[in-house]
């Protein structure tokens, strides 16, 4: 079981940054796919960011070239680096985690773990 709680966000203007970290317990961290995924107010939960157990990442197209997804095993903590953010990035994020999968998913119903959410606002 993987417990995960994020943090990092808050409120900026339009075309500002913020860093998201997801602090994961359980000794077995490096064994999951993790993901960064996002819910704005009546819209579906959208997978942003993932990244597999052999490193690889996947990116929604709207966020390519401006966010940035890293885990550090050693530290079981995953990131999420946001620049030049617009309002529509505004939502709750969330952090994930998937057993049983090597590879990148940003599909939610894949995770089994799943953090609070941390808050981002983006004004224009």
């Known amino acids: 079981q993987v417990h995960l709680v994020e943090s990092g966000g808050g409120s900026v203007q339009a075309g500002g940054s913020l860093r998201l970290s997801c602090a994961a317990s359980?000794?077995?961290?490096?064994?999951?796919?993790m993901g960064w995924f996002r819910q704005a107010p009546g819209k579906e939960r959208e997978g942003v960011a993932t990244i597999g157990r052999n490193g690889r990442v996947i990116y929604v197209d709207s966020v390519k070239g401006r966010f940035t997804i890293s885990r550090d095993n050693a530290k079981n903590t995953l990131y999420l680096q946001m620049n030049s953010l617009k309002p529509e990035d505004a939502a709750m994020y969330y952090c994930?985690?998937?057993?049983?999968?090597?590879?990148?998913?940003?599909?939610?119903?894949?995770?089994?773990?799943w953090g609070q959410g941390t808050q981002v606002t983006v004004s224009s």
């Open positions: 994930a985690a998937a057993g049983g999968r090597y590879g990148p998913s940003l599909i939610p119903s894949e995770y089994n773990y």
């Open positions: 359980g000794a077995t961290y490096r064994t999951y796919t």
